[in-house]
Structure formats: structure tokens, C-alpha cells
């Protein structure tokens, strides 16, 4: 670990911090172009940038195949996209936050006839303390890893087949928090102290190297996949904190931070933007590219985590 460390230390770019902080006050580029037709599958669709995005892929023609935890609001989200722009909108009620329900929606979503042209893993939660899923595992790092990890997954076959697709992930500067990287022998979070911002930030960081993984399955098969932050937007994320969170985030970060549609609009853009074409295995704050921090795209430790990630999910077996 220590290795690693020094060897990250060496490698940080303050030109590549600056120009984060540069890209924070930029807006996402605009497409124009229309989505009739096309499938998109959005997995938290029921509000934030999951719910703006919808709306938006729908304004323009797109069908949506949405993968949500209630059913109450998954049915309220159909009528209105299906009322309002006369798109189908169907969904699939699965809690991201367990193996097995995570293993059967992605095998539904492996065994559609219908293509998925855009894949959108958009849910997402923060929590200030170490909660455990129903595995055992940690909260944060399996719906915002292992979750996306096993869809893509799964999906690997039926995207290849189709020879165009393109899966986008929902990231974040904040794997910029994991500054000395993370750690492959404490995943789990039972060797560390831990802490809300550090287990975000390693969860997110492992997103980033499982990306250039799998962007090494998708080559020249016309499937792409990338990771955007969405920009500083307002959310419901958090809600599961105590209140003393809740009323800092209501009072102080709520009343600075912008609309979840500029996120739309990136998401957007990378999903339909003939711009985006062939570009894959990339970063970007929004709309534009940047280079992850060092722990990010360590192509040892991404071959690492990929192989324990195979041992935690035990997914070789479970797809044979």
C-alpha cells in the first residue's frame, strides 16, 4: 500500500485539479438530435438526475425501460412520460442494494429481444456511517460498484451482439476522495475507520477501473461505455442521514446547488451525440474530458479489483 501511495503522489497533476475546478463552472453541451425509437434502460428514474433524464431522453422520442425500487412511483413516473410524450415508459421494481435482486434484473434485461441502445446507471445513495446491504456488504460500494459492475456484466453478450450501444455511467469527482487509493483487502470497510466522503470516493474509484476493464471487452464491438460526473445538482440523495445531515444539506448546499436538468443534458449528449461516436473508456465532468486521479486508472489494481470483484459476487457461477 505504501508503494502505491508514493506512486500516486508522484503521479498527481495540479493542472488536472484546476482544470476540474474550471469544468465545475461550464455548461454540458447541447444535442439536438432526436432519439425516436431507441431504448434507454435508467436504473433510479423516480426523481433527481434519474428522473430529469428521463423526461428528457422521452422529449425526444426515446422509450424508457427504467429499474427502480418503489413501485408506486415507478407507476406515477409511466403515466406521465406515457400521458406527456407519448413514448412507452415500461420498469422493473428491483432494490439495487441486493445481490440476488440486482442478479435477476440484469439477467431479465440480458434476455430482452428488443436492443438497448443507451444504458444508464444513474442510482445512487451517500450515507455518512457504514451501513451493510442485506449481503453484508457495504451500502455505498455495492449500488454504486458492484451493482452497475454485475449489469454490465451480464450484459456483455447481448450489447456485442447488437453491435451498438452505449453505456454511460453516473460518476463523480468525488472519487477524487480517494486520494491514496483504495483497498483491495478492506473493500469491505472493517479494517478502517470509516467515513461517508472516503467510502464514496473508493466506491466511485472502483467504478472508474472496472470501466477501463470493461472498455477492453467492448473493443471494436461498437459498444462504448464512460463515466460523467453530474455536476453540482440538487437531489434527494442523503435522505437517509440523521437530521442534523438533512437540515445542513436543506439550508446551506440545496440553496447553492443547480437543476438536475443540466445533468440531463449531459447524459444526454453522451448517450445520442454522434460526437460521442467510438469514444469510449473516458471521463467527463459533464461534457468534458478529464483525466481521473492516479487511483483511478491503475490498470494493476483495476485487474485486481476486477478478479476480487469476481470472488464477492461470485458471478462465474452464478452465469454458467
Known amino acids: 500500500m505504501r508503494k502505491k501511495t508514493a506512486q500516486y503522489i508522484r503521479e498527481y497533476q495540479w493542472s488536472n485539479v484546476f482544470a476540474m475546478i474550471r469544468n465545475n463552472r461550464k455548461d454540458p453541451e447541447i444535442c439536438h438530435d432526436d432519439c425516436k425509437d431507441k431504448l434507454v434502460v435508467i436504473t433510479g428514474a423516480t426523481s433527481g438526475i434519474g428522473y430529469a433524464t428521463a423526461r428528457k431522453y422521452a422529449s425526444k422520442g426515446a422509450n424508457l425501460l427504467c429499474i427502480n425500487r418503489n413501485i408506486e412511483k415507478s407507476e406515477r413516473l409511466r403515466l406521465e412520460i406515457e400521458n406527456e410524450f407519448g413514448v412507452q415508459c415500461g420498469y422493473k421494481i428491483a432494490d439495487l442494494m441486493n445481490l440476488n435482486e440486482v442478479f435477476r434484473v440484469s439477467g431479465e434485461l440480458a434476455r430482452l429481444e428488443t436492443p438497448i441502445d443507451v444504458m444508464i446507471h444513474n442510482a445512487g445513495v451517500y450515507l455518512t456511517k457504514r451501513e ?3 449481503d453484508g456488504l457495504e451500502k455505498i460500494f455495492v449500488i454504486h ?33 480517494a486520494v491514496w487509493g483504495i483497498r483491495l483487502d478492506d473493500l469491505n470497510w472493517e479494517k478502517r475507520r470509516y467515513s461517508g466522503l472516503k467510502g464514496y470516493g473508493s466506491a466511485k474509484t472502483a467504478q472508474l477501473l472496472s470501466m477501463m476493464i470493461f472498455d477492453e ?3 471494436n464491438t461498437g459498444v462504448t461505455i464512460n ?14 442521514n440523521g437530521p442534523v445531515y438533512r437540515w445542513f444539506k436543506r439550508n446551506f448546499f440545496d440553496k447553492i446547488l443547480k437543476s438536475p436538468e443540466i445533468s440531463a443534458e449531459a447524459l444526454y449528449y453522451l448517450g445520442v451525440s454522434e460526437e460521442m461516436d467510438g469514444l469510449s473508456g473516458k471521463f467527463f465532468n459533464l461534457t468534458t474530458g478529464e483525466e481521473p486521479a492516479p487511483p483511478a486508472i491503475d490498470m494493476e489494481v483495476a485487474r485486481e479489483l476486477w478478479e476480487e470483484t469476481m470472488k464477492i459476487t461470485d458471478i462465474r457461477e452464478k452465469v454458467r
Open 132 to 134: 451493510l446491504s442485506p
Open 145 to 177: 460498484y458492484l451493482s452497475s459492475f454485475i449489469m454490465n456484466y451480464l450484459l456483455i453478450d447481448k450489447l456485442k451482439a447488437q453491435e451498438k450501444s452505449r453505456i454511460i455511467m453516473v460518476g463523480s469527482e468525488g472519487h477524487r476522495f
Open 217 to 219: 471487452y467492448f473493443k
Open 227 to 240: 463515466t460523467m460526473h453530474p455536476g453540482a445538482v440538487k437531489t434527494e440523495t442523503g435522505q437517509e
